[in-house]
Structures are given as structure tokens and as C-alpha cells.
């Protein structure tokens, strides 16, 4: 069976300093990953994916994440956090091996960037 | 262009009602995903269309509820005798390849 695990389930951090959001994944085929925003009352926003090819991935805001699979992982960064940042975070797990597309979702981290 | 759209934001139901949640997906996309969030928790599946073919249904909790997508675009998810565990933000999402784009999600609470 497929898992996502988030490791942290709230990151506080100060503005400007640097963030890691953990993210580990077991699967026995093939995936492609996300990582999602999601503001309060809102609904999930893409921040960037991983489907093939480099294992650095660039996103928007100006995070970005490192697949790495001898690790399983798929770590969240930003070098300089802005107080707008402030929000959960999910990392989500699709598979080539023959579903449909849904996606498996860790429990979520949230980040609180303070001043 | 235009997101996916839900309606309506917010939903109060008397425990026993039933209950139902529509979504306009982006125009084009074939697939669209249902999901449940619990406080607290990341998106959980329920159920995927290709147009207007459900084609998979394995997370829908029980037999009360129940999906459609009759014309391929618009999709609505309906609940029968809704129960308290039944709260909860229901998304839904539309994809047209691997990335799927979420709608802000209707807010359930069963009281």
C-alpha cells in the first residue's frame, strides 16, 4: 500500500529564515508527486510538482523540492520565508503502476512564519 | 481562465437530511476527483470520473453516498441521511493530466 508521512506536523520559523518541510513516501512503482498550499478556508493550490526528469523542482513563491528515491523523500524548501507564507502545507503521491490518478495526501504541516 | 468552482461554500444539515454538493470543474478537463478533508487532516479520495464514466468509487465511506456527472462537466456528490461523522470539506478537483486543480471546497457540518 501507498503512504505519505509528513514528519512535522507544525513548523513555526522566524521571517527571512530558511524552511524544510519533511516529506517521505513508500510505494512499490513508479510516482510523481506534489506539493499543495492551502490558506485558511480555501481550497489547495499546486506550488510545484515532480512527474520525471530532474529531481530539482522549482515552484512558485520560490519554494522548491528534491525528489530523492534511494531516500523516499520529497523535502520542501525556502531559503526566505515571508510572513504570507504562513499556511498548510500537504505533500500528495500519485502512481504510474495503474490507478486512476487519485491522490494519496500526508496529514499536512503547517508552517506559522512569525515576526 | 476560470478555477473549479464549488457551491455552496458552506452547508449546515440536520443529521438525517439529505444533502447535495455540486462542482464546476475547469472547462475541458476530463477527469474530476472527489475528496473529503477531516479537521485536521490532509484530502482523503472518494471517488474519480473520465467525463462522464465514474470509473472508480472504491472511497466513498458508504452506500449513502453517491456521485454523478451525467453530461462529463458538471459533477455533483450527494449524501442520504447525512450523519455527524459526515462533517467535513469536501473538494473537488479537475485534471487534464497529472496536476489536478482544486475547487475551495464545500464546508459540511451536521449537527
Known amino acids: 500500500a501507498q503512504s505519505v508521512t509528513q514528519l512535522d506536523s507544525q513548523v513555526p520559523v522566524f521571517e527571512e529564515a530558511p524552511v524544510e518541510l519533511r516529506c517521505n513516501y513508500s510505494s512499490s512503482v513508479s510516482v510523481y508527486l506534489f506539493w499543495y498550499v492551502q490558506y485558511p478556508n480555501q481550497g489547495l493550490q499546486l506550488l510545484l510538482k515532480y512527474l520525471s526528469g530532474s529531481t530539482l523542482v522549482k515552484g512558485i513563491n520560490g519554494f522548491e523540492a528534491e525528489f530523492n528515491k534511494s531516500q523516499t523523500s520529497f523535502h520542501l524548501r525556502k531559503p526566505s520565508v515571508h510572513i504570507s507564507d504562513t499556511a498548510e502545507y500537504f505533500c500528495?503521491?500519485?502512481?504510474?503502476?495503474?490507478?486512476?490518478?487519485?491522490?494519496?495526501f500526508g496529514k499536512g504541516t503547517k508552517l506559522s512564519v512569525k515576526p | 481562465g476560470a478555477g473549479v468552482s464549488q457551491s455552496p461554500r458552506y452547508k449546515v444539515a440536520k443529521r438525517g437530511q439529505d444533502v447535495a454538493l455540486r462542482c464546476d470543474p475547469i472547462?475541458?478537463?476530463?477527469?474530476l476527483f472527489w475528496y473529503q478533508q477531516a479537521l485536521g487532516q490532509g484530502p482523503e479520495f472518494l471517488t474519480y470520473f473520465q467525463n462522464e464514466a465514474q470509473l472508480d468509487k472504491s472511497g466513498l465511506p458508504s452506500d449513502r453516498f453517491f456521485a454523478e456527472r451525467p453530461e462529463g462537466s458538471v459533477s455533483t456528490l450527494k449524501i442520504q441521511r447525512t450523519q455527524q461523522e459526515d462533517s467535513a470539506v469536501y473538494l473537488c478537483a479537475s485534471s487534464l493530466s497529472y496536476e489536478q486543480y482544486f475547487g475551495p471546497g464545500t464546508r459540511l457540518t451536521v449537527t
Open positions: 500528495a503521491l500519485g502512481d504510474y503502476g495503474g490507478s486512476q490518478g487519485n491522490l494519496i
Open positions: 472547462s475541458g478537463h476530463v477527469s
